[in-house]
């Protein structure tokens, strides 16, 4: 059973700082690509950022470039988001999701095969 734990979310002012943490557990083949998602308020669930587990090359949303931070440590099986310079429209509960496929388009969300619950994130002006 594979599952995907977040933490680290919460509430934070605009110019500030979270670290977000997903661990994973059982089936180490579902993580060749890990993602991370947020969904706010009445929008669609949208990719945030990607990293492929073996090469541990990145990807990310255009809006989130060189704010947000996505990396991973292979011996606590947990992958990070760390945010920094945070805006009110980061707000919205971010997910975790992992995949066994580490080619193709990771912003695809439908191409993920295990979800995390999610965690709010909330930025205040």
């Known amino acids: 059973q594979v599952q995907l734990v977040e933490s680290g979310g919460g509430l934070v002012q605009a110019g500030g700082s979270l670290r977000l943490s997903c661990t994973t557990s059982?089936?180490?083949?579902?993580?060749?690509?890990m993602g991370w998602f947020r969904q706010a308020p009445g929008k669609e669930r949208e990719f945030v950022a990607a990293?492929?587990?073996?090469?541990?090359?990145?990807y990310y949303a255009d809006s989130v470039k060189g704010r947000l931070t996505i990396s991973r440590d292979n011996a606590k099986n947990t992958v990070y988001l760390q945010m920094n310079n945070l805006k009110p429209e980061d707000t919205a509960v971010y997910y975790c999701?992992?995949?066994?496929?580490?080619?193709?388009?990771?912003?695809?969300?439908?191409?993920?095969?295990?979800w995390g619950q999610g965690t709010q994130v909330t930025v205040s002006p």
């Open positions: 999701a992992s995949r066994a496929v580490y080619y193709g388009d990771y912003s695809a969300a439908s191409s993920y095969n295990y």
């Open positions: 059982g089936g180490s083949f579902s993580r060749n690509a």
């Open positions: 990293i492929n587990w073996i090469s541990s090359l990145t």
